[in-house]
C-alpha cells in the first residue's frame, strides 16, 4: 500500500508574522521583476541604444520578455523541491537567486561602456530573475492554501497578488521620488540603477523571514518520486492556462501604462510613475475583495462578473485618456481596471491551486502558471508598442487585451466549483 504524501500537522493558527515573511519575500521579487517595466525607456537608452527610440524601447522590451522564458524552466526545477523536500527550502531558494540576479543587473556597466557585453549581462540576469519569479509563485501559493483556515483560502491566497500590488506601490514611490530628485538626465544615468537597490537593500531583511517560515508540507519518501511525475488532467491545465493568460495580459498592460503614458500620450515621468502608485493600491483592493468575496459567494461568480466589468470599461478608459491626456483620466483609469483585473486574479489562482492535488501543487501549479504567464505576459508589452507604431492609434492596447478578457469569461466554465458551499 502506497504511502500519501502528507500536509503538515496543524500547529494553530497561522500567525502575522508568518504572512509577513510570505508577503514580504514575494513583493520584493515582484518590485524587482517589475522595476525593469517602469524604467524599460532609460534601460533601453543603457544597453540597447540606436537612433530610434522605438527601436531601442522595443530592445528593451524584449529583453523584459526574456525573462518569462525562464519561469517554467524555474517553476519545474524548483517545484520538484517543494514537493519533494517541502515548501520552505523552495521559497528560500527562489528569494536567494532573484536578490542576485537584481544586483547583477543594477551593476552591469552601460553599452558605452563595455560595448556587446553589456547587452548580454542584461539578458543573462533578466533570466535569472525569470527562473526565480518561476520558482517562487507555485511554492507560495501552495503555501498560503495549505496555511488557510477551513473556508479562508480566498482570502489567504489573496495574500500573493496583494504583496504583488504593495510592491508596485513601492515601486512607483520610488520611482517618483528618484524621478523628482534626480531629472531626465539623472535618472538616465544612475536613477534607474538606484531604485533597483533600494530594492535589494532588504534582502536579508527577507531572507531572515523566510527563515522563519514553518514547513506547511512532508512528502513521504516511498511516494515521492512517483506523484512527482503525476500531472493533473488536461482539463485542468488548459483551462488554467487560459484564466492565467486572461489575467496576465490585462495585469501587463497596465504594468506597460508608465511607459505608455510617457512615450505614446507624451505626459511627464512625473505623471506616468504616479500612475503606477495608483495602480498598485487598486492592485491591493482588488486582490483582497476578490479572495473575500469568492470565499463568501464562489469562486466563478466573482471571476466571470469581474471580467465581464473589465470588457465593458476597457475601451471607454482608453478613450478617454487618449482624447484628454490630462493625470485624472489617467489615474482613474487605471485604478478602474487594475481593481476590476486582480477581483478576478485571485479566485483564478486559488481555483487552479485547489483543482490540483497537495502532493504536486508546488510542480504543476507553478508550472501553469508559469507557463501561461510565458506565453502570454511576455508577448504582452511588445505586441502592443508594435501595435500602438503600426496603427498610430492609442486604443490598440484596449483592442488587444478584449481577446484574452472573453477568454476568461470562458474558461473557468469548464472547471467546478472549489469554494466551500456555505451551509
Known amino acids: 500500500m502506497s504511502i500519501e504524501a ?64 525562464m519561469r517554467p524552466i524555474g517553476a519545474l526545477v524548483v517545484g520538484r523541491i517543494a514537493d519533494g523536500k517541502g515548501r520552505k527550502p523552495a521559497l528560500i531558494l527562489s528569494f536567494v537567486m532573484m536578490g542576485l540576479s537584481i544586483l547583477g543587473l543594477a551593476l552591469t556597466p552601460t553599452y558605452a561602456q563595455i560595448g556587446v557585453a553589456a547587452p548580454l549581462l542584461a539578458l543573462f540576469w533578466r533570466l535569472c530573475q525569470g527562473f526565480a519569479m518561476g520558482a517562487d509563485s507555485g511554492p507560495t501559493m501552495a503555501f498560503l492554501i495549505e496555511a488557510a483556515p477551513e473556508g479562508r483560502r480566498g482570502t489567504f491566497g489573496a495574500w500573493m497578488y496583494i504583496s504583488h500590488g504593495l510592491a508596485t ?18 535618472l538616465e544615468a544612475w536613477g534607474w540603477r538606484l531604485a533597483f537597490l533600494l530594492g535589494a537593500a532588504v534582502l536579508p531583511l527577507g531572507l531572515i523571514l523566510r527563515r522563519s517560515l ?13 506523484k512527482q511525475r503525476s500531472w493533473p488532467g488536461w482539463r485542468i491545465v488548459l483551462v488554467g492556462l487560459g484564466m492565467i493568460g486572461a489575467q496576465g495580459v490585462p495585469a501587463y498592460l497596465i504594468k506597460y501604462m508608465s511607459t505608455y503614458a510617457n512615450a505614446t500620450l507624451k505626459m511627464s515621468e ?4 504616479g500612475a503606477t502608485v495608483a495602480a498598485g493600491c487598486s492592485y491591493v483592493v482588488g486582490a483582497y475583495l476578490g479572495g473575500r468575496l469568492s470565499d463568501h459567494f464562489g469562486r466563478k461568480p466573482v ?13 471607454p478608459a482608453f478613450l478617454w485618456m487618449s482624447q484628454s491626456r490630462d493625470l485624472a483620466s489617467l489615474l482613474v483609469s487605471v485604478s478602474l481596471l487594475t481593481t476590476l483585473n486582480f477581483l478576478s486574479a485571485t479566485p483564478s489562482i486559488v481555483t487552479i491551486t485547489e483543482s490540483i492535488r497537495k502532493e504536486i501543487r508546488g510542480t504543476s501549479g507553478g508550472t501553469i502558471l508559469a507557463v501561461g504567464t510565458a506565453v502570454f505576459g511576455a508577448t504582452t508589452q511588445p505586441a502592443v508598442a508594435w501595435f500602438i507604431e503600426a496603427t498610430g492609434s492609442p486604443l490598440a492596447p484596449a483592442w488587444y487585451v478584449i481577446v484574452f478578457v472573453v477568454m476568461g469569461i470562458v474558461a473557468p466554465l469548464f472547471l467546478m466549483e472549489t469554494a466551500p458551499r456555505k451551509k
Not at 512625473?270 to 510613475?273: D, E, I, P, W, Y
Not at 471571476?303 to 475601451?315: D, H, K
Open 169 to 186: 506601490v513601492a515601486a512607483g514611490i520610488v520611482g517618483v521620488t528618484v524621478a523628482s530628485l534626480a531629472g531626465p538626465a539623472g
Open 270 to 273: 512625473l505623471a506616468s510613475l
Open 214 to 226: 514553518p514547513e506547511t508540507f512532508h512528502a513521504a519518501p516511498a511516494a515521492g518520486a512517483a
Open 6 to 69: 502528507q500536509a503538515a500537522p496543524a500547529t494553530g493558527k497561522v500567525t502575522k508574522r508568518q504572512i509577513g515573511a510570505i508577503v514580504a519575500g514575494n513583493a520584493l521579487e515582484y518590485y524587482d521583476f517589475t522595476t525593469y517595466a517602469f524604467f524599460a525607456v532609460q534601460i533601453g537608452h543603457a544597453f540597447f541604444p540606436h537612433k530610434s527610440a522605438f527601436v531601442s524601447l522595443m530592445l528593451s522590451l524584449a529583453t523584459f520578455g526574456a525573462g518569462f522564458v
Open 303 to 315: 471571476i466571470i462578473l469581474s471580467r465581464v466589468g473589465f470588457l465593458v470599461a476597457v475601451v
